[in-house]
Structures are given as C-alpha cells and as structure tokens.
C-alpha cells in the first residue's frame, strides 16, 4: 500500500469556497510536500512541511502536519476554476534504498471548482 | 527557471519495439527520477540516479533499464515492450544528493503500447 493517502479522492467544489484535502501515512517522516498536476501534465511542487513544523502558508495554500495522527491536511482559500487539478503528497519515510530516502507519493484528490 | 524536458509528450509502439524515452534537466541537478504514474496508483519509482552512471532501482524497475551518461540527461529503456507498460512516464530531477529535496518534474510521456 501507499505511504501517503489522499481523501479525499475526488472533490467538487464552487468558486470562492475553500477545498480542504488530507493526507495520511503509515510511517514517521522528516518532511511531508504537496504537489499539484493539471491534466495531463507534470507535477509542481506547493509546498514542503517539515517533521518540526505545524502549520506553514503560501499565499492562498495552508498546509498543517500533525505527527502524531501521522495525516497532513491542504487547504486552498478562496478557490478559482483555475485551481482544478489533482493534489498529491508525499513524504520521505521510504528509507530502503543506499541513496538515502526517497520520496513516496500516494494517489492524489481530483479537485474540481466550477466557476 | 528550473527546466525538465522530455523528448515526446505521446508516443505510440508495439508490444515488443525497444523505446526510449529522454529527460533532459538544465540546472544542474544531481538527482535524477522516473516514475510511472496510472489511474488509482499514484507515482510510482522506477529508477533513480544521485550522478553520472549511477543508477538504483526504485520500487517497479521490471522491464526497465536506465542510462546515465551526462549529468544533464537520464533516459528510461522499455527493452522489450509489453502492453502493461502503457502509462505515463515522468521525469523529475533535484538538487542536493542523498537527501529529500523538492523535485521538479517534466511535462510527461504518455506512452501507448499496442
């Protein structure tokens, strides 16, 4: 199974409302990021939160990391049509190969926002 | 601007063709990845390398090789292709070796195998 799991998986929302999307693993990690992939496309990096953090902020992106329930959570404010996308996490607690950790991805949320 | 190039964004073999996909990176960046992505699945790894003619295997490399030559290019070989091979292909590079950096990936090869 995957170390990071969205839910999640799909999410419809309006225009201006907020998209709240979680993300849960199995292991301790060092660090936990947030990627975004429009359709069809490669994935852009959001946002990294580390093992000592709780809650970091990018512009409209709040990202909060709770170790201890070993789950992370997105939240875009204020959404536009433009944020439609798939949202991933991933973390880094994979450490099975000899060129350290890698980073392990889980299977993202679809979120859509109708205009 | 970080710049991950790959050389097709669709491509269509037949089961058995050998095929080649290219990665290209412009800034320098140590690490190299190729992952897979399919509905359901998520990103799966394929085969990473931290330097020139370095290569590990990631989580699925069966079926896969790879080829590290110049730091700047990592390209992913289906030796044999097989139709369970269709998906997309991404390629991501990062900075700083042995550690988890943010990556930066490329716009994707959606490979169909007929």
């Known amino acids: 199974s995957q170390q990071g799991e969205e839910d999640p998986q799909a999410l419809s929302i309006q225009e201006g409302e907020n998209a709240t999307m979680n993300c849960s693993y199995k292991?301790?990690?060092?660090?936990l990021q947030w990627y975004r992939q429009n359709s069809g496309r490669g994935l852009v990096h959001l946002i990294l939160?580390?093992?000592?953090?709780r809650e970091k902020h990018s512009g409209r992106l709040r990202v909060t990391l709770d170790t201890s329930k070993k789950s992370s959570s997105l939240l875009i404010t204020a959404s536009r049509a433009a944020d439609t996308a798939s949202y991933f996490c991933?973390?880094?607690?994979?450490?099975?190969?000899?060129?350290?950790?890698?980073?392990?991805f889980g299977g993202g949320t679809r979120l859509m926002v109708k205009p | 601007d970080v710049k991950v190039t790959q050389s097709s964004r669709y491509l269509v073999k037949r089961t058995g063709e050998k095929v080649f996909l290219e990665c290209v990176q412009d800034m320098d960046h140590e690490n190299m990845f190729w992952y897979r992505q399919d509905p359901g699945l998520g990103l799966r790894l394929i085969y990473f390398s931290y330097d020139v003619k370095m290569k590990e295997k990631g989580d699925i490399p069966e079926g896969y090789s790879v080829s590290r030559e110049k730091k700047e290019r990592f390209s992913l070989i289906l030796e044999s292709a097989s139709t369970n091979q269709t998906s997309m292909y991404l390629c991501?590079?990062?900075?700083?070796?042995?550690?988890?950096?943010?990556?930066?990936f490329g716009p994707g090869t959606r490979l169909l195998v007929l």
């Open positions: 991501a590079s990062s900075h700083i070796p042995r550690t988890v950096e943010t990556q930066y």
């Open positions: 292991t301790s990690i060092n660090n």
């Open positions: 991933a973390t880094d607690a994979k450490p099975n190969y000899n060129a350290g950790n890698m980073l392990t």
């Open positions: 939160i580390r093992s000592n953090e």
